[in-house]
Structures are given as C-alpha cells and as structure tokens.
T-cell receptor, first 115, second 113 residues
Framework: AQSVTQLDSQVPVFEEAPVELRCNYS??????LFWYVQYPNQGLQLLLKYLSGSTLVKGINGFEAEFNKSQTSFHLRKPSVHISDTAEYFCAVSTYGGATNKLIFGTGTLLAVQP | NAGVMQNPRHLVRRRGQEARLRCSPM?????VYWYRQLPEEGLKFMVYLQKENIIDESGMPKERFSAEFPKEGPSILRIQQVVRGDSAAYFC???????????FGDGTRLSIL
C-alpha cells in the first residue's frame, strides 16, 4: 500500500521569501508523483507532476519540485512567494503500472503568505 | 474548453434523504474518479469508473453509496439515507486515459441537517 506524509500542516512565510513544502511517500512499487493546489471553495489544480525522466520538475506559477528516490521525497519549492500563493497544497501519488489510477493524497499543507 | 463540471455546488439534505451528485468530465475524457474531503482531512479516493464500468471501488463505503458512469450523460454519485457523517466536499476528477494526470472539478459541498 502507498502512503503520503506532509509533515507540516501549516507554513507561514513572508512575501518574497523562499518556501519549501515537504512531502515524503511510502511505496513498495514505482509511483507517479503530483502536487496540487486548492484555493478556498475551489477544486484542485495540478501544479506539477513527475512521471519519469529528469528528477527536477517545473510547474506552473513558478513552483518546482525534486524527486529523490533514495529519500522517497518530492518537496515543493518556490524561490519567492506572493500573497496570491496562499492556499492549501496537496502532495499525491499513484501507482505506476497498477490496476487502478487512484491518487493517494497527503493531508495537505496550508501556505500562509504574509505581507 | 470546459473543465470538469460538478453540480450542484452546494447540496443540503436532511438525515434519511437521498443525495445525488453529478459530474461531467472534460471533453474527451472517459475516466472518472470520485474523492471525498472531510473537514480537516485530505482527499480520500472513493471510486474509479470508465464508461459503463466500475474499475476500482475500494474506497466506497459498503452501504448506502453507489456510483455510475453511463454511456450517455454524467457520472452520478448516489448516497442513500444520508447521515450527519456524510457531510463533506465531494470532488470529481477526470482523465483522458489511464495514468494521465487527473483534472478536478470545483466539488459539491454536501451538508446534512
């Protein structure tokens, strides 16, 4: 079975500062990895995905993430945040080559950007 | 390019009533997934469907919940005899093929009185 751990439930940061949101996963098989963002009362928007290839993945809105297989991590980073980045961020995995395409989500990290 | 459409956005039911949640996938998408988000929790997978077939229902409660994705029309998540614990946000997602990224709708927020 797969699981996803987001260690930080909330990350406060000042505007224009860098930020890292941590994500670790557990799986006995190869996985695909995703980061989604959820703004209040909205659905989830895909930020970026790792399917294969380069371990450094660039996404929308200036975010990037690095897949580290040995540490089973997929941390999300942004060099300079804006007020508009305030939202809930979810890390998720799905099984590569499995019978189902379901996503397993972490519990989310609330990024609170302060002026 | 319409995204995933869910309706209604908000649904209020009394205990014991039935709730029907609808999801129209993105154009060209034939894979539909339902997830539930309980307060203060992340999203939990419920069911994965392709046209007219349930592929994975491992996350569906054994009783009162059912899902379908008919050949024509939207996917329906049906909850019979709702209870207070069913209050949650229910999200639908779709993809155009297996193992492609899923695109989410804005959800249906179900409140049980």
């Amino acid at each position: 079975a797969q699981s996803v751990t987001q260690l930080d439930s909330q990350v406060p940061v000042f505007e224009e500062a860098p930020v890292e949101l941590r994500c670790n996963y557990s799986s006995s098989v190869s996985v695909y990895l995703f980061w989604y963002v959820q703004y209040p009362n909205q659905g989830l928007q895909l930020l970026l995905k790792y399917l294969s290839g380069s371990t450094l993945v660039k996404g929308i809105n200036g975010f990037e993430a690095e897949f580290n297989k040995s540490q089973t991590s997929f941390h999300l980073r942004k060099p300079s945040v804006h007020i508009s980045d305030t939202a809930e961020y979810f890390c998720a995995v799905s099984t590569y080559g499995g019978a189902t395409n379901k996503l397993i989500f972490g519990t989310g990290t609330l990024l609170a950007v302060q002026p | 390019n319409a995204g995933v459409m869910q309706n209604p956005r908000h649904l209020v039911r009394r205990r014991g009533q039935e709730a029907r949640l609808r999801c129209s996938p993105m154009k060209g998408h034939s894979h539909v997934y339902w997830y539930r988000q309980l307060p203060e929790e992340g999203l939990k997978f419920m069911v994965y469907l392709q046209k007219e077939n349930i592929i994975d229902e491992s996350g569906m409660p054994k009783e009162r919940f059912s899902a379908e994705f008919p050949k024509e029309g939207p996917s329906i998540l049906r909850i019979q005899q709702v209870v207070r614990g069913d209050s949650a946000a229910y999200f639908c997602a779709s993809s155009d093929s297996y193992n492609q990224p899923q695109h989410f709708g804005d959800g249906t927020r179900l409140s049980i009185l």
